[in-house]
């Protein structure tokens, strides 16, 4: 069983959508939680950076955290079809981040 | 701020050769971390550098080794390539050790033939 476990997709949506993306996790040691969003062939980007429970809300992005449950999310308001790419969630363990496989995203105009 | 650099963007190398890809460091960090990333998968953690030392490791061969320079630059270094090393290969930078946020180069894709 892989430590952080999400669906690969692909999840498509038309635009305007509200996206819901989910990863699970089976280490409880885990204190910090990212999501980044990755481009074909490109490097991934930074979207969110979360500690321990509770929810966080950057512009149309929203992450959440429940520890209890061992389960992250990361909702997208507006989706736009520049939203269309691969979302990783990413747990921090000893400062080195362990990944999901990725959620391709296409949000179709 | 230039952000992370890497180079070269792209590598092509046949089985058996080495290969070193170079990573610069985000303006004002101190740390070099390596993935690997095989097409669909996510990034995989090789190693991470601090103060010029290999400092963590993940679960890969004596083939990967590293370097990082006063400048906080690094280099990986592969030898023995096989046909499975073909991936992108990402550095991430961030601020001692990996504390915080940790951000992404473009990456170097490596592919062996």
């Known amino acids: 069983q892989k430590e952080v476990e999400q669906d690969p997709g692909p999840l498509s949506v038309p635009e305007g959508a509200i996206v819901s993306l989910n990863c699970t996790y089976s280490?409880?040691?885990?204190?910090?939680f990212m999501w980044y969003r990755q481009y074909s062939r490109k490097g991934p980007e930074l979207l969110m950076y979360t500690y321990s429970s509770g929810n966080k809300e950057d512009g149309r992005f929203t992450a959440q955290v429940d520890k209890s449950s061992k389960y992250i999310s990361l909702f997208i308001r507006d989706s736009q079809p520049s939203d269309s790419a691969t979302y990783l969630c990413a747990m921090d363990s000893s400062y080195k981040l362990i990944f999901g496989s990725g959620t391709r995203l296409l949000v179709r105009p | 701020d230039a952000g992370v650099t890497q180079s070269p963007t792209h590598l092509i190398k046949t089985r058996g050769q080495q290969v070193t890809l170079r990573c610069s460091p985000k303006s004002g960090h101190d740390t070099v971390s390596w993935y690997q990333q095989a097409l669909g998968q996510g990034p995989q953690f090789i190693f991470q550098?601090?103060?010029?030392?290999?400092?963590q490791r993940g679960n890969f061969p004596d083939r990967f080794s590293g370097h990082q320079f006063p400048n906080y630059s690094s280099e990986l270094n592969v030898n023995a390539l096989l046909l499975g090393d073909s991936a992108l290969y990402l550095c991430?930078?961030?601020?001692?050790?990996?504390?915080?946020?940790?951000?992404f180069g473009p990456g170097t894709r490596l592919t062996v033939l």
């Open positions: 550098y601090y103060e010029e030392e290999e400092r």
């Open positions: 991430a930078s961030s601020l001692y050790l990996g504390q915080g946020e940790q951000f």
């Open positions: 280490n409880s040691a885990f204190q910090y």
